[in-house]
């Protein structure tokens, strides 16, 4: 089977499955937007959302808000504590904030957050109700609740106002980076987590989506599936409360969803500084310093596949590794200079290939600006195999099981010391700078011009995937690679 590293808390199966969800990449200042009309009910309404956070420790990670200025505002937000951050104040100067004592750091995991409201309560708890992944969350640090029959402001049409997801109204900044799926405005209705979402039978400790068509929306009410990548904003609600969108291409829907969780770079890795990631976790930069950064997703067994873009740096190496990089103990620093950590890798200047210290010149051939790298990673058989271009270095055969046409034979996963594998990237030279974009198949950071999907039909990626492989991704987690 193959092992999922983090908290995936959505990988399980489910009768309901969410085909896209929208990326969100804070450098690009994305973010959607649209005016509201009359509210059915201001002071009852619902806001939900499935989000998979990239850049943590930001206190500009805005999911929603609607601001006028600061007599007249809601949002909810992200903290650079990375807690989350519910506050709302209306023109009479009644306030209202939530923070939450439960933080979001798991680069790997689905989170569902709804935000429940109707202020004709007379229990002021009941006022203001916050679910995380299906339970309501009791411990907060800050705990105002909203004045008897205040206005929500979160369906209201505040004068020169409007809703946003992705950013704050105040400054037109303050961007959310990562991924976000089943984005629901209720207008008129306090719902509750139960209407969204539903624990799995087999697994009840994990929670995941499902249909929310019957719902009622009210007036401005809107659901956003982002299932057609030329208009993300496209209200599937039935009511006519498309949003428009700022930033965002076709290329940021990705099928990185609740329902199928895939790779991407972990950013939580030691990276000792001089590394930047954007693009969803799927492109990297590193900047004077010589270590790597491996997939958020491992496996123990199975035939898996990636891609990678170089666009700069000659002494890039691309491969895979059991261990993170640690250079600040000088062990696994660079990919493949150890035997410990059973990395390997291909030197983008001569095409060498690097494990246990030593390397082999011209391997593969050089890996220069713009080329996409593939790897074919068969833990069956203890084979890795690399690729340019489309074709397989090597004259390999990713498909020649234990005969390793062209491969490099790699150590069994069970004799590691961790018993799994994960895509690895980075570079062997803190005098070079490096630049490069991943695919793992749910999000690419370059353009795909081809789409090409593993043999169970996930994934998007340049080039044809080997019979047998499959992308890094849960609903392929336990399969037997075929």
């Not at 409007?162 to 980076?177: A, L």
């Not at 799927?282 to 891609?307: D, H, L, P, Q």
Request: proline content about 2%; glycine content about 12%; charged content about 15%.
């Amino acid at each position: 089977m193959a092992f999922l590293i983090g908290g995936a808390n959505s990988a399980a199966d489910t009768g309901f499955d969410v085909a896209n969800s929208c990326r969100f990449n804070d450098g690009d200042s994305a973010y959607l937007n649209k005016t509201n009309g009359t509210p059915t009910n201001s002071k009852k309404c619902t806001l939900s959302m499935w989000f998979k956070r990239c850049e943590l420790s930001d206190a500009n990670n805005f999911l929603f808000g609607n601001w006028t200025g600061t007599s007249q505002y809601a949002y909810l937000r992200l903290q650079a504590d990375d807690t989350l951050f519910y506050s709302a104040v209306v023109d009479s100067g009644t306030s209202a904030q939530l923070v939450t004592t439960q933080v979001f750091r798991d680069v790997s995991a689905w989170y569902h957050v709804v935000l429940a409201l109707d202020t004709e309560q007379g229990t002021a708890a009941n006022r203001a109700k916050l679910y995380i992944n299906g339970t309501q969350v009791t411990a907060f640090t800050t705990e105002t609740y909203p004045a008897e029959d205040a206005t929500t402001q979160f369906t209201e049409n505040l004068s020169s106002g409007g809703f946003q997801i992705g950013s704050d109204k105040d400054t037109g900044s303050r961007f959310y980076d990562g991924y976000m799926a089943e984005v629901v405005v209720i207008d008129g209705t306090q719902y509750a987590a139960s209407d969204f979402g539903e624990f799995d039978e087999d697994s009840p400790t994990i929670w995941k989506p499902k249909d929310v068509s019957g719902l009622t929306f009210g007036n401005n009410g809107a659901y956003l599936d982002f299932e057609d990548s030329d208009n993300l904003g496209d209200d599937e609600s039935g009511n006519t409360n498309d949003w428009t969108e700022n930033n965002l291409a076709a290329a940021d829907q990705a099928t990185d969803t609740p329902t199928n969780s895939f790779a991407t770079l972990n950013s939580l890795e030691y990276s000792g500084g001089g590394k930047t990631f954007s693009e969803g976790n799927c492109k990297m930069v590193m900047t004077g310093v010589a270590n790597f950064t491996r997939s958020t997703i491992g496996a123990a067994n199975g035939k898996w596949y990636c891609e990678v873009k170089l666009i700069a740096g000659v002494r890039a190496m691309y491969g895979i590794s059991s261990y993170e990089s640690n250079a600040a103990s000088n062990y696994l620093g660079e990919l493949g200079s150890t035997t410990v950590g059973y990395g390997y890798g291909i030197k983008g200047n001569d095409g060498r290939l690097y494990h246990a210290g030593g390397s082999t010149a011209n391997w593969v051939d050089a890996v220069s600006a713009d080329d996409i790298v593939m790897i074919a990673m068969d833990l069956d058989n203890y084979k890795l195999y690399f690729g340019n271009g489309g074709t397989w270095e090597r004259s390999g055969d990713p498909t020649s099981g234990a005969t390793g046409t062209g491969a490099y034979t790699i150590v069994a996963p069970s004799l590691n010391g961790t018993g799994f594998y994960h895509f690895a990237f980075g570079g062997n030279d803190v005098n070079y700078d490096y630049n490069s974009e991943i695919n793992f198949g749910g999000c690419s950071a370059f353009t795909v011009s081809s789409a090409n999907q593993d043999g169970n039909g996930y994934g998007n990626f340049e080039y044809a995937v080997p019979s047998g492989y499959l992308s890094l991704c849960t609903k392929n987690l336990g399969s037997d690679g075929g």
